[in-house]
């Protein structure tokens, strides 16, 4: 049976400057047996992979291998105590004030139990935490009580149940707009852009909701960032990105007159700035997309996990910019250095990943390197789950018939064309231009044997998926791959990347 690697991984994680203070943290709180605690904690790390029966080896013959359990489980608490120690946060400060606030409170220290009440409940209302505000609130109230309400008016004894009334009325509407913002995620993860009406029908119905119709009715900063993320999204999915810019600049503007937020709140400024450089590719505004990226690169944060996604935001974005710009080279190297880091660290949020792997994809077959395009999709296809991203899943079984058309491989096109249609279909998700596109692949692909009938097969094609994509459902289609390009480079006889840099540099004028 395999040993928990816990300890390991929380080991391997820590930074050099984490490692220091545990080490100082451990001198203070192991007593007799501290060399044994070092010394398991040093073994450990030494390690490049975890092998306990080297370690138990290693101290055979020593008590401590009775129960090794016993000092891994007292050393892993050990490592996390000191780590709370190390990071602070709004959070942690409050949670610590009601602990001492017992405590002095236990020793009848009562003024003192004052002074951290007033402190906690300035803190509290500073950074909105509405749940640790009604703690400090019911604390106040029983240090009246405490001294039998001497010296204590009724206006003082309303105040403090008027504030109590507040912080749940703004916890309740920031509870309400969570609720919603996390279901329209879900959605949004799943599928992508609006493909059918059930599914547009379930944006508006959200869209309708009372809480959405004024920010008004955002009673807190959280409840208001929420309130601008719907909106974002919900023109988003429906290929209204100028006014989804709209709102993600109000969202943006409105961290920015909080800094105070911001820096409480860095995960939720890095949503809003990743949103609002996505809507600006969709409009083609690259330097809005470099200035984003900067001020991502700018949030401070100690959590490497945020650090992560920053580190995939920034590069994604600009190798989107650099696909879309036709610049090659400058492209590879951005994807080479993704890759690099995916194989050093793997903790990348999936839908994430999809759109990773995809854009390598198109990457690859803008440079024609079909081999390589299809070994991307193939890890889209075959490696993660179906319910991540299934709009990417859909675009790469279409773009992987397109490869395998290019690459001269119609046995597989006809091998494929069946399951990537029964897949689309199963899942309801076929817009008209896909219909199009894959009865094309599957009606006369197989017929085109001379250069004449190719020539016109795929100027009928252009002109009916062209015709389609004038509604703006389906021209979401595009966004996942210029088929119209390619369609041309087909009739004209021309590189795909040629054509497409040649639309990139008009859409730039």
Same mark, same amino acid.
């Given at each position: 049976m395999k040993q928990s690697e816990d300890l390991f991984n929380l080991i391997k994680s820590l930074k050099r400057t984490e490692k220091t203070y545990f080490k100082k943290f451990s001198q203070f709180h192991i007593k007799g047996g501290q060399n044994n605690y070092v010394r398991i904690y040093d073994a450990i790390e030494n390690q490049k992979t975890y092998d306990e029966k080297k370690l138990l080896d290693l101290f055979k013959g020593e008590p401590l291998t009775n129960q090794f359990w016993v000092a891994k489980n007292y050393l892993y608490n050990l490592i996390l105590r000191s780590l709370e120690l190390y990071h602070s946060s709004v959070d942690s400060e409050l949670q610590s004030m009601l602990h001492r606030l017992e405590i002095l409170y236990n020793k009848s220290l009562f003024d003192q139990c004052e002074k951290i009440v007033e402190k906690g409940i300035q803190q509290s209302l500073n950074f909105e935490k509405h749940l640790m505000l009604?703690?400090?609130?019911?604390w106040k109230m029983k240090l009246f009580q405490n001294k039998a309400y001497s010296g204590v008016t009724m206006e003082q004894i309303n105040?403090?149940?008027?504030?109590?009334?507040?912080?749940?009325?703004?916890?309740?509407?920031?509870?309400?707009?969570?609720?919603? =913002?996390?279901?329209i995620y879900k959605k949004r993860r799943k599928s992508g852009f609006v493909r059918t009406e059930d599914q547009a029908d379930e944006y508006e119905q959200m869209i309708r909701n009372p809480l959405f119709s004024s920010e008004e009715k955002a009673k807190s900063f959280?409840? !208001?960032?929420?309130?601008?993320?719907?909106?974002?999204?919900?023109?988003?999915?429906?290929?209204?990105?100028?006014k989804a810019l709209q709102y993600s600049n109000?969202?943006?503007?409105?961290?920015?007159?909080?800094? =105070?937020?911001?820096?409480n709140l860095p995960f939720e400024y890095f949503i809003a700035l990743k949103n609002n450089a996505l809507i600006n590719r969709r409009l083609f505004q690259y330097e809005e997309v470099i200035h984003i990226v900067e001020k991502l690169n700018a949030i401070d944060t100690s959590s490497d996990t945020l650090k992560n996604k920053i580190i995939y935001a920034a590069f994604s974005n600009e190798l989107v910019i650099r696909i879309n710009?036709?610049?090659?080279?400058?492209?590879? !190297?951005?994807?080479?250095?993704?890759?690099?880091?995916?194989? !050093?660290? !793997? =903790?990348?949020?999936?839908?994430?990943?999809?759109? =990773?792997?995809?854009?390598i994809s198109v990457l690859k077959f803008l440079k024609e390197n079909y081999k390589e395009a299809n070994y991307w999709l193939g890890k889209i296809i075959n490696e993660l789950a179906l319910d991540v991203r299934s709009d990417f899943q859909s675009f790469a079984r279409i773009l992987r018939l397109i490869i395998h058309y290019e690459m001269g491989k119609i046995d597989l096109v006809e091998y494929s064309i069946k399951s990537t249609y029964r897949f689309l279909s199963k899942k309801n998700?076929?817009?008209k231009t896909e219909k199009i596109l894959l009865n094309f692949i599957r009606t006369k692909v197989q017929r085109l044997n001379n250069s004449a009938s190719t020539h016109s097969a795929f100027k009928q094609l252009k002109m009916e998926i062209t015709e389609a994509a004038e509604d703006i459902k389906e021209s979401a289609v595009l966004n996942y791959f210029d088929f119209i390009s390619w369609l041309e480079s087909k009739i004209e006889n021309r590189s795909f990347a040629d054509v497409t840099y040649k639309k990139a540099q008009a859409y730039r004028k």
């Amino acid at each position: 049976m395999k040993q928990s690697e816990d300890l390991f991984n929380l080991i391997k994680s820590l930074k050099r400057t984490e490692k220091t203070y545990f080490k100082k943290f451990s001198q203070f709180h192991i007593k007799g047996g501290q060399n044994n605690y070092v010394r398991i904690y040093d073994a450990i790390e030494n390690q490049k992979t975890y092998d306990e029966k080297k370690l138990l080896d290693l101290f055979k013959g020593e008590p401590l291998t009775n129960q090794f359990w016993v000092a891994k489980n007292y050393l892993y608490n050990l490592i996390l105590r000191s780590l709370e120690l190390y990071h602070s946060s709004v959070d942690s400060e409050l949670q610590s004030m009601l602990h001492r606030l017992e405590i002095l409170y236990n020793k009848s220290l009562f003024d003192q139990c004052e002074k951290i009440v007033e402190k906690g409940i300035q803190q509290s209302l500073n950074f909105e935490k509405h749940l640790m505000l009604s703690e400090f609130l019911n604390w106040k109230m029983k240090l009246f009580q405490n001294k039998a309400y001497s010296g204590v008016t009724m206006e003082q004894i309303n105040e403090v149940y008027s504030q109590l009334d507040d912080a749940a009325a703004k916890w309740r509407n920031y509870n309400d707009y969570s609720r919603l =913002i996390n279901v329209i995620y879900k959605k949004r993860r799943k599928s992508g852009f609006v493909r059918t009406e059930d599914q547009a029908d379930e944006y508006e119905q959200m869209i309708r909701n009372p809480l959405f119709s004024s920010e008004e009715k955002a009673k807190s900063f959280l409840a !208001k960032n929420h309130y601008f993320t719907v909106y974002i999204t919900y023109y988003f999915t429906k290929n209204n990105f100028d006014k989804a810019l709209q709102y993600s600049n109000n969202q943006i503007s409105t961290f920015d007159h909080f800094p =105070i937020m911001r820096s409480n709140l860095p995960f939720e400024y890095f949503i809003a700035l990743k949103n609002n450089a996505l809507i600006n590719r969709r409009l083609f505004q690259y330097e809005e997309v470099i200035h984003i990226v900067e001020k991502l690169n700018a949030i401070d944060t100690s959590s490497d996990t945020l650090k992560n996604k920053i580190i995939y935001a920034a590069f994604s974005n600009e190798l989107v910019i650099r696909i879309n710009l036709v610049q090659i080279d400058a492209a590879e !190297k951005i994807a080479d250095r993704i890759i690099e880091s995916l194989e !050093k660290n !793997k =903790i990348v949020d999936k839908a994430d990943e999809v759109t =990773i792997y995809y854009n390598i994809s198109v990457l690859k077959f803008l440079k024609e390197n079909y081999k390589e395009a299809n070994y991307w999709l193939g890890k889209i296809i075959n490696e993660l789950a179906l319910d991540v991203r299934s709009d990417f899943q859909s675009f790469a079984r279409i773009l992987r018939l397109i490869i395998h058309y290019e690459m001269g491989k119609i046995d597989l096109v006809e091998y494929s064309i069946k399951s990537t249609y029964r897949f689309l279909s199963k899942k309801n998700m076929l817009y008209k231009t896909e219909k199009i596109l894959l009865n094309f692949i599957r009606t006369k692909v197989q017929r085109l044997n001379n250069s004449a009938s190719t020539h016109s097969a795929f100027k009928q094609l252009k002109m009916e998926i062209t015709e389609a994509a004038e509604d703006i459902k389906e021209s979401a289609v595009l966004n996942y791959f210029d088929f119209i390009s390619w369609l041309e480079s087909k009739i004209e006889n021309r590189s795909f990347a040629d054509v497409t840099y040649k639309k990139a540099q008009a859409y730039r004028k």
